[in-house]
């Protein structure tokens, strides 16, 4: 195992083999993302009268992963994706996103945004499939795919392989977020965060950003519908750098005032610095089964790969 | 505690960190119980004493008491619990993950069980209607919807005084109606500021009005709206609203009846009809949709088969309830949104491409003009529409001179937008649309948050315009004067198509516009005899008991007109 194989294949597979998938997954992840934001289930107006995530009531959360106390969810998926995140094998890291499927369908989370996810990593996973192939370097043992003549284009089987487990990987720990982040709500899962000795201020900091985010956007939405209105077009030119100026001051100095404005309102309801707690937690034993059963998962896929050598 | 006052303010005076004074002077009492309607013009300090009254700002000279002690240290934070403040954004004021969070903000910090802060909450959101958006997040609310939960949020902590800062500004009428209503059962001590004085005649027994940040005056409500020579002074007279409809006076039996010289006071047709119907055989439409679809990014439906004329120099209105694609129409109208492809511009198909341009023909001013307002000085900001024109610089200083003047802001060229008062801002927004010169002129809800001046202000100048003008309003004072065609849009469709006269006689009216205007024509007919009787006291004693022996307690408009016939020698 000590030369570089290579392997001649027809040029008439390079598209067949590259362009094509690249052009396919160039068209499909656009055209995927649109779609699943643009679906509208007739008849599925949610009912907010009730808490969405609250189990026994009707709510959507009645899986084990939604009825898990925070902490250890947080604490376990946590250890687990560095579990993950350490594989070298192209089937254990298959076999993670196989459990983290299986994982999807217990947590009974909503498919168009585990979709919406996975899309929003396909561009970085693809850009890997194609570049890693091309550009990992031949070491003894290595297979190459030559296209015809072209001597120069020579694909790594290894590169392939790399790039496929770390694909894989990325995959296994991307689809967990949506059974962490939402089988609680974001209030209950900042406390546990801040009981796992996270600053509580950093957590009602990114509490408040998730409110504000939305509205800020909004503003920014609107004002550049403002520009437009008049006539405003991107352009290559220093007045769109002058206007575009303009309008990132205007959006800093409504923001700054807006904050002054949320502060006064929160400190006239009485607040002291601290938001009150969502509730109380409290870890049961289902809690500490479900943690040691998913840890035993995690240490089992470890040894798995490392049996592979 | 019997005669001691809730509040006692003394020599208050207050300047802003750049030492703008905003307060100088004020000695107010507010007892218990007491409805209090704080009134003046833009800038004069209102929302600077309310915030001072609140403890969110320290007094720079003189004291506030509160139960007889200065908001200080432990009794601040305690006097912050039985209070419920309102702010004007109720952006600002929902903070919370989703409404019940908010909601249940305030009892939490009250002390409360997470338990029975729900309840309060739950309790609160039932009284403002939300109850079945309890877990829905803020920022996925309609405006009135935001408006009613940051009301919850404060009903929730169930205060001893309540102090509301514009509470119905931008509000269509029938989430006014749900306001007055709240407010008007709330028991407690209330403290309101507002530019509608008809709302707040309904709703307070006292009035301040401050100006230049000292107290003018201190009268009952029904002093003050009775005394139109002080309002003027104040800049708050709105008693050119207040010009009903022939239609609606009452004869003396309580039936409508019509004048027959012809429409009453308050039509002012602003478009010579004749002229327009003639021009309508001769040319195509300004603007034309013809079943036009518009369907939203996640698939809801904004506008559906579609089909309008706007004709040259046509003033039209559209009403309809929140929700009814309005804005949607007008984002299809300016290019801002591209629905289906049957859009014609004076007969002419707009293609894609030409969507773009729209904006040079269609002006469009903002219900919330600090959205099109983003330049560093009123010069650049009305110089951005019109170097896109392709104009020359001179054209452009012009055109920029011309409509400055034309809505009053000459001599503004170098302020700051952002400093300007709402009325400066909403004639700025205006201004720049002038200045283009557009065929045709759209304005959302163009009298949101204005005091009576702007308003009036606003009037004069839309009055002297003499293009195609599409009006979106739930005002139906602007609407009667400033157009002659109404249409009534409901789920994305023109349900109405009418004359503004026919519209404003229609017996289904109450249905499209809430019983708001119900109770605004009624409080209006209410002021204006308590005006008459102000400004006519040799008749007053006769026109009481004239009218009591037929049976009716108020008729200003036969008032007037019986006054002048009968007493018209006489009157002072």
Redesign the interface.
């Known amino acids: 195992m000590t030369e570089v194989h290579h392997i001649q294949v027809p040029l008439g597979y390079l598209p067949l083999l590259v362009l094509i998938p690249a052009a396919v997954a160039a068209v499909a992840v656009p055209w995927l993302r649109s779609r699943f934001r643009k679906q509208v289930v007739p008849g599925s107006v949610p009912d907010w009268s009730i808490p969405p995530l609250d189990d026994g009531r009707g709510g959507l959360g009645t899986s084990l992963i939604h009825r898990w106390d925070v902490r250890c969810k947080i604490m376990t998926m946590l250890a687990y994706s560095f579990a993950v995140a350490s594989l070298r094998h192209l089937s254990a890291a298959a076999a993670a996103v196989l459990i983290s499927l299986a994982v999807l369908l217990a947590a009974k989370v909503s498919f168009h945004k585990v979709v919406l996810r996975v899309l929003a990593l396909a561009g970085f996973l693809g850009m890997l499939l194609i570049v890693m192939p091309l550009t990992v370097p031949a070491n003894p043992g290595d297979t190459l795919l030559v296209f015809g003549s072209l001597d120069w284009l020579t694909v790594n089987v290894r590169g392939i392989v790399l790039a496929a487990t770390i694909g894989a990987k990325a995959m296994a720990v991307a689809l967990l977020m949506e059974p962490l982040l939402a089988t609680a709500p974001l209030p209950v899962t900042l406390h546990g965060l801040s009981r796992l000795g996270i600053p509580e201020m950093a957590g009602q900091m990114v509490l408040l950003s998730y409110r504000y985010l939305h509205v800020f956007s909004h503003e920014a939405r609107r004002m550049t519908v403002g520009m437009k209105a008049r006539g405003f077009e991107k352009k290559t030119s220093l007045d769109t750098l002058r206007a575009l100026g303009n309008f990132l001051g205007m959006i800093f100095v409504r923001s700054f005032e807006r904050t002054e404005r949320v502060f006064d309102a929160m400190q006239a309801r009485g607040y002291k610095g601290r938001f009150p707690e969502p509730g109380q937690l409290q870890i049961r034993m289902p809690d500490i089964l479900l943690t040691g059963v998913w840890i035993a998962v995690g240490t089992a896929l470890v040894w798995f790969d490392w049996m592979k050598g | 505690m019997g005669d001691m006052p809730l509040f006692c303010v003394q020599g208050l005076a207050y300047a802003y960190p750049d030492g703008i004074p905003a307060l100088s002077s004020v000695d107010l009492e507010i007892f218990s119980g007491d409805r209090t309607a704080l009134v003046g013009p833009n800038g004069s300090g209102k929302t600077t004493l309310i ?1 001072l009254l ?1 403890g ?1 700002l320290a007094p720079k000279q003189g004291h506030i008491l509160y139960k007889g002690r200065p908001l200080t240290e432990n009794h601040l ?1 305690e006097s ?2 039985t ?3 309102l ?1 004007q ?1 109720p ?8 409404v ?2 908010d909601a ?3 009892p ?3 002390g409360k069980s ?1 338990e029975a ?1 729900v309840r309060c909450a739950r309790q609160a959101l039932h009284q403002v209607n939300l ?9 996925n609310l309609s405006y009135g919807q935001k408006k009613r939960a940051a009301l919850a ?2 009903l929730a ?1 169930q205060p001893e005084v309540l102090i509301l800062d514009e509470p119905t500004a931008n509000l269509d009428p029938g989430q006014e109606a749900v306001f007055l209503d709240l407010l008007k059962a709330f028991d407690g001590t209330l403290i309101c500021i507002s530019h509608d004085l008809i709302f707040l005649y309904e709703l307070c027994e006292k009035a301040v009005v401050l100006h230049h940040g000292s107290i003018h005056h201190n009268y009952t409500m029904r002093e003050l709206v009775s005394r139109r020579s002080a309002l003027r002074d104040h800049g708050l007279d709105f008693s050119f609203r207040m010009a009903i409809p022939a239609s609606d006076v009452p004869d003396a039996n309580g039936a409508r009846v019509h004048e027959e010289n012809g429409p009453g006071p308050g039509y002012t047709p602003s478009c010579d009809c004749a002229k327009v119907r003639e021009s309508h055989s001769v040319h195509p439409p300004l603007a034309c949709m013809e079943n036009y679809e518009y369907v939203y ?4 439906p904004g506008l559906q088969d579609f089909s309008l004329d706007i004709h040259e120099g046509e003033k039209t209105a559209i009403v309809g309830e929140n929700g009814a694609g309005k804005s949607t129409l007008l ?1 299809c109208l ?1 290019g ?1 949104r591209q629905g289906g492809e049957d859009l014609f511009f004076k007969g002419t198909r707009v293609t894609k491409k030409q969507h ?1 341009a729209l ?2 023909r269609v ?2 001013v ?1 219900q ?1 003009c ?7 000085s009123v010069k ?1 900001e009305m110089m ?2 019109l ?3 392709g104009l020359s610089s001179d054209q452009c200083r012009h055109r920029a001179a011309d409509a400055l003047a034309r809505v009053g802001l000459s001599g503004f060229e170098n302020r700051v937008p ?1 400093h300007l008062s709402g009325g400066e801002r909403k004639r700025l927004a205006l201004g ?2 002038l200045a ?1 010169d557009p065929d045709l002129l759209i304005l959302d809800e163009p009298t949101a948050g204005l005091d009576p001046r702007g308003e009036e202000q606003l009037m004069a100048i839309l009055d002297t315009f003499d293009k195609t003008l599409l009006l979106v309003s739930h005002d139906l004072f602007f609407i009667e004067k400033l157009t002659h065609r109404t249409l009534v849009m409901h789920q994305g469709r023109i349900i109405r198509d009418l004359p503004t006269p026919d519209f404003m006689q229609d017996d289904k009216l109450c249905r499209f516009n809430g019983r708001s205007f119900s109770y605004r024509r009624h409080t209006a007919t209410a002021i204006r005899q308590l005006q008459h009787e102000h400004e006519h006291p040799i008749c007053r004693k006769w026109q009481r008991c004239h009218f009591r022996q037929m049976g009716l307690e108020r008729c200003p408009g036969q008032a007037r007109s019986l006054c002048n016939r009968v007493l018209g020698d006489a009157l002072p």
């Not at chain 2, 600090?370 to 560093?376: G, I, R, T, V």
Request: proline share 3%.
């Open positions: 915030k609140s969110l934070e912050r619990l209070m419920g403040v702010f954004d952006d600002d004021q929902l903070f919370g993950h989703t019940m969070d249940a903000f305030g939490r910090n009250q997470r802060a109850a079945h958006l309890a877990y829905k997040e803020p920022h949020g404060i902590m990014p996640d698939g809801t984002a300016c801002l773009k904006w040079r002006g469009l903002f919330d600090a959205d099109q307002l983003f330049c560093a650049e951005f529409g170097r896109r024109l952002l720049c649309v283009m």
